[in-house]
């Protein structure tokens, strides 16, 4: 089945600790995005990459880094997580411009 | 001005009736646009894509683009309670290639 799959689905944790959402794809695709999502400020990206070794600023990067060594693979890193990285977070993958666009299921993240 | 603007709702039909959910885009040289259904707490899913003027049908959706409007709209006919969520309008740039989704509107569809 053709999917995007993220984990973990949900976490807890505290302020600075480190964590890693993976995030993988099995569509072959070239483009892959992460996004937040909050309330009243709708669904914004964070990084995205055009492809192996190829990554980019999207809207709100700060406080984030991601890599992408692997074509089906696009982990996001918190390297010192805060209270103001509580949000609900999608990775999306597409095959290339002008594509539609998949979503994961989304990770719930919870920084106290 | 919004890059993608859409009314946040919510929008309340009866069940059965034919919902119309709007969408405006500030970038005349946008090629590429999708609509994404969304429940609360999941993933957007893709329901419609559409590149060219005029209509667009699959089951009970049907997308329409007018480009010189700078307007996509959704049309849900047949409503049921399960349509209930919020619809994302989201456009391609023609400029920079990047997605740019709208705030959403949610539907509300009443038995």
């Known amino acids: 089945e053709a999917q995007v799959t993220q984990n973990p689905r949900y976490l807890i944790t505290v302020t600075g600790k480190k964590l890693t959402v993976t995030c993988s794809q099995n569509?072959?695709?070239?483009?892959m995005s992460w996004y937040r999502q909050d309330p009243g400020l709708g669904l914004r990206q964070i990084y995205y990459s055009m492809n192996v070794e190829v990554t980019d600023k999207g809207d709100v990067p700060e406080g984030y880094k991601v890599s992408r060594k692997e074509k089906r693979n696009f982990p996001l890193i918190l390297e010192s997580p805060s209270p103001n990285q509580t949000s609900l977070y999608f990775c999306?993958?597409?095959?290339?411009?002008?594509?539609?666009?998949?979503f994961g299921p989304g990770t719930r993240l919870t920084v106290t | 001005q919004k890059e993608v603007e859409q009314n946040s709702g919510p929008l309340s039909v009866p069940e059965g009736a034919i919902a119309s959910l709007n969408c405006t885009y500030s970038d005349r040289g946008s090629q590429s646009f999708f609509w994404y259904r969304q429940y609360s707490g999941k993933s957007p899913e893709l329901i419609m894509s559409i590149y060219s003027n005029g209509d667009k049908e699959d089951g009970r959706f049907t997308a329409q683009l007018n480009k010189a409007s700078q307007y996509v709209s959704l049309l849900i006919r047949d409503s049921q309670p399960s349509d209930s969520a919020t619809y994302l309008c989201?456009?391609?740039?023609?400029?920079?290639?990047?997605?740019?989704f709208g705030q959403g509107t949610t539907l509300q569809v009443k038995p």
């Open positions: 989201a456009v391609r740039s023609g400029n920079t290639g990047k997605l740019i």
């Open positions: 999306a993958s597409r095959l290339g411009n002008g594509y539609e666009q998949y």
């Open positions: 569509m072959n695709h070239e483009y």
